[in-house]
C-alpha cells in the first residue's frame, strides 16, 4: 500500500523532492520494493536511505526501510523504522503489520499480539493478519482467542485447510474435543489426504475413547502414507481396547517393525501380545522397551504381569518391585502384584497391596464417601453401626458377604449394602439387622463403614483361617424352590445346570469363557442338562436353540433368588469363572469350576478344591492353555458322578 508522503513544513516539494539527479523519493521507494522482492537486500537498503535524504518524513520510505530490516533479520530496526512510520500515520494498517511482524522476530510475542490487533482495527477484513495473529495467540497459549481469531478469519475465507488445522489444535488444547474433530474433519473434507490432520482427528478421537473413529481417521491416514509408525502403534491401541486383538496384532508388529527403536512402540506391542496371551513375545518385547528406557515404570509393570501369567513369579514380583521402586505410587503394579501374591497364597502381603485397586481407574471400584471412619479392626465395634457397602463385582460381593456374619460377631449392628439385583438374596444373612439397594434405599445413621471387599484385609485373613462355612446364603423360598422342581419334571436322571461364559466386558473374559459348543462332549452323557447362562452370545444362541438336550429355563428367571431356588433343586453346577460359580459355592452345592491356566486369584494354584468354599472341585487348564483338555477331565468325573447316581 502506497503511503502520501508528508513533507516539512516550510520546504518546497521540488527542492526536497528531488536529487540533483533527479531521483525522487517516489521512485527510489519503488526501487528499494524491486529490490527486496528480488533478494538484493543491501541495495535496497541504500535505495531506502537516499529516499529518506530526500524526504526524511515520507512514510513509503520508512515502511520500506522497515521491510528491509525485517528481511535482514535486524528486529530492532525494523522496529525502529515501522515506528517511525506509524507516528507519521496513525492509520497506516500495513505498518501496524510491519512492526507486528518486526517484534514477533525480536522474541517480542506479547507486542506483536497488540499490533496485530490496532492493524485488524484499521483493516478489518484482513485475511493474512488473522491469519499471523491467531498462530501469535496459538503460540503464547492464549488458545480462546486464537479460536475466536481463527472462526472470524473462516468467516471470511471457508475453505482455507491451514485455518481449519490451526482452529483443531487449538480446540484440542483447550480439552474440546469434540469441536476439534470436527475441525480435523473439516480439513479432511477440503484435502482427503491431509495426514497430519487424520492423525490429528485420529487422536483426538483416541483421547475420548471413541476407538472406532480413531481407527477410521488413522486408516485415512495411514492409506495416504502407509509406513507410519506412531499412526500404526495408536490405531493397535485403539483395536486392542476394542478386543480386537488380531487387528491389534497386526498394527503393532509392523509399528514395531518400522520403529524397533521406539521404547513406547515397542511396549504397546508387548501389550497386544499379552493379550492374545502369547506372554513369552510379550516379555522379549518388554525387554526391549526396558534396554532402551529403563526408567520406566510401567514397562517393568507390564513385564511383571506377563511373567506371571507364565508363572515365573520369582521375576515377577521383582518386575514388579522395580516398577515400584521407579514410581512408588504406581497403583496398577501395587494392584498386579497384589494380585499374583494372593494367587500364590501371600495372604499377608496381598490383602494390604491389593487396597492399591482403589486408586487404579481401569478395576472399577465402586467408590464411596463417607462423614464416618472406614473400619479396619482397629476401633471396637459393640453398640455401633456399620455400613458394609459392596464395591466389585456380583460375585465378590457374594465372597465377602460371609464376614457380615463376623463383624457381627464383634457386637455392631450390621447394616448391609448391595447392587439392587442382590437385595433380595443376601437379606437374611446371618447377623445382617438391615440389607439395602445401594442406590434405591437411603442410608441410615451409621458410625463407621468398610468396603466389602477391605474386610479380609481387617480380619488379617490367611488360608488357614478363611471363614469358609459350608452354606452362609440363606435357603431361598420353599415355594420358589417348588415351583422350579415342577418345572424340572421328574428327578430321574442327575440334574446338571451349565454356565459356559461370564460377562464379556470383563477384562479377562477371553481366557475365562469359552463357547457352548465345547461342551458337546458333556452333552452326550445321560443327564438333566440345566442352562443357567443369562444372555447367551449369538453363536451360542443359535446352539441352544438347536439342542433339545438342555432346559433352557433362563427367561423366567426373574432374579438372584431364583437362581438360587433352581440351583437348590439341582444336583451338580458345572460353570466357569463367574457369579454363578460363586452363588453355587456359598449356597453349598456341588459346584464345578472350569478354570484357565492363570485364573483368578481366589482359586489359588496347583490344587483342586478352594478353601472359600467346600463344595467346590476345581478344573484347571494345564500350560497349553485348552479348554478342551478341561472338558475331558470334567465329562470322565461327571461319568462316574451318574454312574453313582443311576447304582443309588
Known amino acids: 500500500m502506497k503511503h502520501k508522503p508528508r513533507r516539512p513544513a516550510g520546504t518546497s516539494p521540488g527542492k526536497s523532492g528531488s536529487s540533483r539527479h533527479g531521483d525522487t523519493t517516489d521512485a527510489l521507494c519503488a526501487a528499494a520494493l524491486r529490490l527486496l522482492r528480488a533478494g538484493q537486500l543491501a541495495q535496497a537498503e541504500d535505495a531506502c536511505r537516499r529516499a529518506l535524504t530526500l524526504d526524511a518524513a515520507s512514510i513509503d520510505a520508512l515502511h520500506a526501510m522497515g521491510q528491509v530490516c525485517l528481511a535482514l533479520k535486524r528486529a530492532d530496526d525494523a522496529i525502529a523504522w515501522f515506528a517511525r ?21 525480536g522474541g517480542r510475542l506479547d507486542e506483536a499480539i497488540k499490533a496485530y490487533d490496532r492493524a485488524l482495527q484499521l483493516q478489518p477484513d484482513a485475511i493474512e493478519s488473522w491469519d499471523a495473529l491467531g498462530e501469535l495467540l496459538q503460540l503464547t497459549g492464549r488458545h480462546a482467542e486464537a479460536a475466536l481469531a481463527c472462526d472470524r478469519l473462516l468467516q471470511l475465507a471457508p475453505d482455507r485447510v491451514a485455518t481449519w488445522f490451526r482452529l483443531g489444535e487449538v480446540l484440542d488444547a483447550q480439552g474440546r474435543r469434540d469441536e476439534a474433530a470436527l475441525a480435523f474433519d473439516q480439513v479432511l473434507e477440503l484435502t482427503p489426504d491431509h495426514v497430519d490432520a487424520a492423525n490429528r482427528a485420529g487422536a483426538v478421537h483416541f ?49 514395531h517393525a518400522l520403529s524397533p527403536a ?10 497386544i501380545l499379552q493379550n492374545l496371551g502369547r506372554h ?67 495372604f499377608a502381603r496381598g490383602w494390604a497391596a491389593r487396597e492399591w485397586g482403589r486408586k487404579c481407574r481401569a478395576v472399577g471400584f465402586v467408590e464411596r464417601c463417607f462423614d464416618v471412619p472406614m473400619w479396619l479392626a482397629d476401633a471396637p465395634l459393640a453398640g455401633k453401626t456399620i455400613l458394609l457397602h459392596s464395591d466389585e463385582g456380583l460375585g465378590d460381593t457374594i465372597q465377602f458377604a460371609r464376614y457380615a456374619t463376623m463383624v457381627a460377631a ?27 439397594a445401594r442406590g434405591i434405599d437411603a442410608l441410615p445413621v451409621i458410625d463407621y ?31 420358589r424352590c417348588e415351583r422350579w422342581e415342577q418345572r424340572l419334571g421328574p428327578h430321574d436322571r442327575m440334574r446338571v445346570g451349565l454356565v459356559w461364559s461370564g460377562n464379556p466386558m470383563h477384562l479377562n473374559d477371553h481366557n475365562r469363557s469359552m463357547a457352548l459348543a465345547r461342551l458337546a462332549p458333556l452333552l452326550a452323557l445321560d443327564a438333566q442338562f440345566v442352562s443357567l447362562q443369562k444372555d447367551p452370545r449369538p453363536a451360542d444362541k443359535a446352539v441352544l436353540a438347536d439342542r433339545r438336550d438342555i432346559l433352557d429355563l433362563t427367561a423366567d428367571i426373574r432374579d438372584f433368588v431364583d437362581t438360587a431356588a433352581l440351583i437348590d433343586r439341582l ?48 478344573f484347571r487348564q494345564d500350560e497349553h492353555r485348552d479348554y478342551e483338555t478341561v472338558v475331558a477331565r470334567v465329562h470322565d468325573a461327571l461319568a462316574q458322578q451318574i454312574a453313582a447316581f443311576s447304582a443309588n
Not at 263 to 270: Q, R, T, V
Not at 305 to 312: D, F, W
Not at 453 to 473: E, K, V
Not at 595 to 612: K, M
Request: aromatic letters at 8%; charged letters at 20%; one cysteine or more.
Open 571 to 618: 444336583d451338580l453346577v458345572v460353570t466357569v469363572d463367574t457369579s454363578v460359580a460363586h452363588l453355587a459355592g456359598a449356597l453349598g452345592k456341588p459346584t464345578w469350576i472350569m478354570l484357565p491356566y492363570t485364573p483368578d486369584y481366589r482359586w489359588l494354584l496347583g490344587r483342586a478344591d478352594s478353601p472359600w468354599y467346600p463344595s467346590v472341585r476345581l
Open 280 to 346: 513369552d513375545q510379550a516379555v522379549a518385547a518388554f525387554d526391549k522397551a526396558i534396554a532402551i528406557r529403563p526408567q520406566v515404570a510401567d514397562f517393568h509393570n507390564h513385564r511383571g504381569t506377563s511373567l506371571a501369567e507364565l508363572h515365573r513369579f520369582d521375576e515377577a514380583f521383582a518386575s514388579f518391585e522395580r516398577a515400584v521402586a521407579l514410581k512408588p505410587d504406581l497403583a496398577d503394579a501395587h494392584w498386579n502384584a497384589a494380585l499374583f501374591r494372593l494367587l500364590t497364597g501371600d
Open 262 to 271: 521406539d521404547p513406547d512402540i515397542a511396549n504397546s506391542y508387548g501389550c
Open 85 to 105: 512510520a506509524i507516528r507519521q500515520n496513525i492509520s497506516a494498517s500495513p505498518s501496524f503489520v510491519g512492526l507486528a511482524q518486526a517484534l514477533r522476530l
Open 449 to 479: 463403614h468398610c468396603p466389602l471387599s477391605s474386610l479380609p484385609l481387617a480380619f488379617a485373613t490367611r488360608l488357614d483361617n478363611i471363614p469358609a462355612a459350608p452354606c452362609y446364603l440363606p435357603r431361598p423360598p420353599a415355594e
Open 410 to 436: 464383634e457386637g455392631a449392628r450390621v447394616v448391609l449394602e448391595v447392587d439392587g439385583v442382590l437385595q433380595p438374596l443376601m437379606s437374611g444373612i446371618k447377623g445382617v439387622a438391615q440389607c439395602l
Open 207 to 255: 483421547d475420548a475413547g471413541r476407538y472406532g473413529e480413531a481407527i477410521a481417521r488413522f486408516d485415512q491416514s495411514l492409506a495416504a502414507q502407509p509406513d507410519q509408525p506412531g499412526a500404526l502403534c495408536l490405531k493397535g491401541i485403539s483395536l486392542r481396547r476394542l478386543r480386537r486383538y488380531d487387528e491389534a496384532h497386526a498394527s503393532g508388529q509392523r509399528a
